[in-house]
């Protein structure tokens, strides 16, 4: 299995990306191709005595930064770590995982990797625990305008990811809505919740933003836009009572708070995941979050191993094309 | 000052919404107008012994349900608490505060009310608790499609009504997007943007959803739609953190970890406001959240005395006028 490895982009360096590969491939078992300064890899890799993996290493100086403009950096900078790791995956790479640029990651998938037939446009999905097991949730922020068909499109995508990554035969399908009941929403929500309720999935109807992380629904349906507003609020409130508890926390001796603390932080924990694909690209690309520590890394790899061996992708093609 | 007070619409039930007006009307000087089930209503205030004070009774048996289409149940229960305070805060109140349906208050206050010539939809506002300061936030919920003009009207409003409550000469207003910089977001803040930055309020950019708790910035503005997702976001994460914690709360003697919950909830203390302004309304009408306590629907009539006391509606109706 070749997977490209996107040494760029992190926010605490390529070292760590690299450090959180090495501990994958200690692991399980797989070929890594590392792209980034050479230099930097090769040392790494020689002194965590690497030399009976099998690996490759494209060298690159140029990364995508997080404010270039997506379409024109794809252009531009041909020779990044980001647009060469996408070229090689749609030429014989196995998957990727990036913490580069989004947009780029998207604009990329789409126009050099290219889109599965059915899908318009990709959805970034995250898979996240709550209260109540773990709810995967899309698009998290690709898709800021959608149409319904677009909603109902992510909606079939989660449904074939759902059985997969939630082992559940039939997983219930919710559209984010104002209300629970029907009949509530503005104009695109009207609209998408009578095409799904048409549709072979196990559709249930609205849920609120309340309930995510309460009731912990399978699969919640929403466009980037929104998404984007729900994980971000979710990011805002735990950080700021956490920083209002950090002092009295780090002080106390009392082991149930100290429990306690530690069953919200595995609530937050984006460790646990690592990486979220891009689904409706045709090879598994995989974003993992700008300021991954070496551990999320690793887990996002074999969240991406995981993705691949269930063939995850073929899955939902097949399925599309099946429906279409 | 005559304010209307609908006992109906509470979860605690029109005790509690009683009560709280009782608790005001021993602190502050107004006369209320209670409207709901007499017999309820005088054998409280007897019991109260308020014989002393100002006040009057509308009799009514018919409460509009939060499950009511809100332009059916205006036109069938004509004798409603909600459509008789209507009727009157038209006719002669000063202001109007209920628990009650917020679709029929809101639909009421266009059709019954009013709405001020320069605004084509009210909006409900917000002003709560961050780490730093207080955020005024709307539209909260009551319009789930906007348009780039009615956003820039509620920026106006929200301008006007942050002077006074803020206390700032010029209180600096954002705009609810998926990234700070320039040129993000959907179609819709694209468009909202643009028209902003040509207003003669302080207008300054884009905000991201996590920011408005970590940052208190003075105004925020947004869809309907949008304000809903936040708001359900920040109670479903904070009451997952809470429950999570609370056994271990409720069983410490750590005053540290008792002190640095207490600032928590603090934040996310609906108490404090007690009520939110319909803005837009020709007369200040007031919702008061479902599960109000006493003590909250006390606040929120203070909340609103202060409101009619500063003319922010006049403020307001004045401001738009000017500009137009």
Same mark, same amino acid.
């Given at each position: 299995?070749?997977?490209?490895?996107?040494?760029?982009?992190?926010?605490?360096?390529?070292?760590?990306?690299?450090?959180?590969?090495?501990?994958?491939?200690?692991?399980?078992?797989?070929?890594?191709?590392?792209?980034?300064?050479?230099?930097?890899?090769?040392?790494?890799?020689?002194?965590?005595?690497?030399?009976?993996?099998?690996?490759?290493?494209?060298?690159?100086?140029?990364?995508?930064?997080?404010?270039?403009?997506?379409?024109?950096?794809?252009?531009?900078?041909?020779?990044?770590?980001? $647009?060469?790791? =996408?070229?090689?995956?749609?030429?014989?790479?196995?998957?990727?995982?990036?913490?580069?640029?989004?947009?780029?990651?998207?604009?990329?998938?789409?126009?050099?990797?290219?889109?599965?037939?059915?899908?318009?446009?990709?959805?970034?999905?995250?898979?996240?625990?709550?209260?109540?097991?773990?709810?995967?949730?899309?698009?998290?922020?690709?898709?800021?305008?959608?149409?319904?068909?677009? =909603?109902?499109?992510?909606?079939?995508?989660?449904?074939?990811?759902?059985?997969? $990554?939630?082992?559940?035969?039939?997983?219930?399908?919710?559209?984010?809505?104002?209300?629970?009941?029907?009949?509530?929403?503005?104009?695109?929500?009207?609209?998408?919740?009578?095409?799904?309720?048409?549709?072979?999935?196990?559709?249930?109807?609205?849920?609120?933003?309340?309930?995510?992380?309460?009731?912990?629904?399978?699969?919640?349906?929403?466009?980037?836009?929104?998404?984007?507003?729900?994980?971000?609020?979710?990011?805002?409130?735990?950080?700021?009572?956490?920083?209002? =508890?950090?002092?009295?926390?780090?002080?106390?001796?009392?082991?149930?708070? =100290?429990?306690?603390?530690?069953?919200?932080?595995?609530?937050?924990?984006?460790?646990?995941?690592?990486?979220?694909?891009?689904?409706? $690209?045709?090879?598994?690309?995989?974003?993992?979050?700008?300021?991954?520590?070496?551990?999320?890394?690793?887990?996002?790899?074999?969240?991406?191993?995981?993705?691949?061996?269930?063939?995850?992708?073929?899955?939902?093609?097949?399925?599309?094309?099946?429906?279409?």
């Amino acid at each position: 299995m070749k997977l490209i490895i996107d040494t760029f982009g992190a926010d605490k360096g390529a070292e760590e990306i690299i450090h959180g590969t090495i501990d994958a491939m200690r692991n399980k078992s797989f070929e890594p191709i590392f792209i980034g300064d050479r230099k930097i890899i090769e040392k790494i890799l020689e002194e965590e005595q690497m030399e009976d993996y099998n690996y490759r290493i494209l060298h690159s100086e140029v990364q995508i930064d997080h404010g270039d403009s997506p379409t024109m950096a794809l252009r531009q900078k041909k020779d990044s770590s980001l $647009v060469m790791g =996408l070229r090689l995956l749609k030429e014989e790479g196995d998957g990727m995982i990036s913490c580069g640029s989004t947009g780029a990651l998207l604009a990329g998938g789409t126009l050099i990797v290219k889109r599965m037939a059915q899908v318009k446009r990709p959805a970034i999905v995250l898979n996240f625990p709550t209260l109540r097991g773990n709810t995967i949730f899309l698009d998290a922020g690709a898709n800021t305008d959608c149409t319904p068909q677009l =909603l109902n499109t992510f909606a079939k995508i989660a449904n074939i990811y759902g059985k997969e $990554v939630l082992e559940k035969e039939s997983p219930e399908v919710y559209l984010l809505n104002i209300g629970a009941e029907e009949g509530k929403g503005d104009e695109l929500r009207l609209n998408t919740y009578d095409i799904m309720a048409e549709e072979s999935y196990n559709f249930k109807g609205n849920i609120e933003a309340r309930d995510i992380f309460l009731k912990g629904p399978d699969i919640v349906i929403t466009d980037g836009f929104t998404g984007n507003m729900v994980l971000k609020t979710t990011e805002g409130v735990a950080t700021a009572i956490m920083g209002l =508890l950090k002092d009295a926390i780090h002080q106390t001796k009392d082991q149930e708070i =100290l429990k306690a603390m530690g069953k919200v932080q595995g609530l937050f924990d984006y460790n646990k995941t690592g990486a979220a694909p891009i689904l409706g $690209v045709k090879k598994p690309l995989f974003k993992a979050h700008g300021s991954s520590s070496r551990k999320a890394f690793k887990q996002g790899i074999y969240t991406m191993i995981d993705f691949i061996e269930k063939k995850v992708n073929e899955k939902i093609e097949e399925n599309l094309k099946e429906e279409s």
